[in-house]
């Protein structure tokens, strides 16, 4: 079986931990990939587009407010893209901002999460049972 293949975009320790500890306790097989802001992100996702795609992620889990390249920019990237277009993406983030809201739908995102993370929260069970059924259908 093969495990989920997660690129988390979190430049906060304590969130990296949560969600680490988060998939654990719903017993996700993953491989976590913690890009510390979303410049490092887009050199991880080149180097990989670069490579043949070999290694892109199932799913992406992306901070809003990072220094150097934010959220935003990233899933902008990734909308151009035509090869990251498969790519799960949910924005983790404070901001319960309306605009930020839509700001995300439109760059075609799968979820909007409010942290801190609440494993009963709607929009955070959404994420994980994504991440559950990849995991299934890697399986078959």
Known sequence: MQ?????LVEDDKLDVI???R???????????TNARNGEEAITLLNEQINTGNEGLPDVMLIDIN????????VLEYMHQKEELKQIKRFVLTTS????????AEKLGV???????L?????SAM???????????????
């Open 3 to 7: 495990p989920i293949n997660i690129l």
């Open 96 to 103: 319960g901002d309306r605009t930020d809201k839509i700001t």
């Open 110 to 116: 799968s979820g909007y999460i409010i942290k801190p």
């Open 66 to 73: 990072m220094p150097k390249v934010n959220g935003f920019e």
């Open 126 to 140: 959404d994420a994980f049972n994504l991440m559950i059924d990849l995991l299934n259908f890697k399986k078959n």
């Open 118 to 122: 609440k494993l009963n929260s709607p």
């Open 22 to 32: 988060s998939l654990d306790k719903l017993n996700i097989f993953y491989k976590l």
């Open 18 to 20: 949560d969600i680490k």
